[in-house]
């Protein structure tokens, strides 16, 4: 019966670990998670080319940062969520100051949609 159990334990634990390897994964890099949001913009609000490299940079900025202060707070989430939402007010206003009026307009659309989701996200999770 022990044996059993042991057996039981370490298939879960083993489960368990996997599923973290493959939330980890499908998050990716920092470089990935750039380029991901970039060709989302890029789709969304039909960047040029000069814009792209623009945005390109600040979120490989935003991502270097935010590393920097995941590392620093120890994973501490009420530590950095001021901070974070600090970083990412940022960010937009740099990447306003790259944008045309019309892609100001689109943006702004963009990021209500992607706050309703996540609001309705996290009702639906509790």
Same mark, same amino acid.
């Given at each position: 019966?022990?044996?059993l159990?042991?057996?039981?334990?370490?298939?879960?634990?083993?489960?368990?670990?996997?599923?973290a390897?493959?939330?980890?994964?499908?998050?990716?890099?920092?470089?990935?998670?750039?380029?991901?949001?970039?060709?989302m913009?890029?789709?969304?609000?039909? @960047? /040029? %080319?000069? $814009?792209k490299?623009?945005?390109?940079?600040?979120?490989?900025?935003?991502? +270097? &940062? !935010?590393? #920097?202060?995941?590392?620093?707070?120890?994973?501490?989430?009420?530590?950095?969520?001021?901070?974070?939402?600090?970083?990412?007010?940022?960010?937009?206003?740099?990447?306003?100051?790259? @944008? /045309? %009026?019309? $892609?100001?307009?689109?943006?702004?659309?963009?990021?209500?949609?992607?706050? +309703? &989701? !996540?609001? #309705?996200?996290?009702?639906?999770?509790?």
């Amino acid at each position: 019966m022990k044996k059993l159990m042991m057996i039981c334990a370490l298939f879960c634990s083993g489960i368990l670990y996997a599923n973290a390897q493959q939330a980890g994964d499908r998050m990716g890099n920092s470089a990935e998670r750039t380029q991901k949001m970039v060709d989302m913009l890029t789709q969304k609000l039909k @960047l /040029t %080319d000069e $814009q792209k490299v623009k945005v390109d940079t600040i979120f490989s900025q935003q991502n +270097a &940062a !935010m590393g #920097k202060m995941w590392k620093d707070a120890n994973g501490d989430r009420s530590q950095m969520r001021d901070k974070m939402m600090a970083l990412r007010a940022e960010s937009d206003k740099k990447i306003n100051t790259v @944008l /045309t %009026d019309d $892609q100001k307009t689109a943006y702004k659309a963009w990021q209500d949609e992607r706050k +309703a &989701a !996540m609001e #309705k996200r996290m009702k639906d999770k509790n």
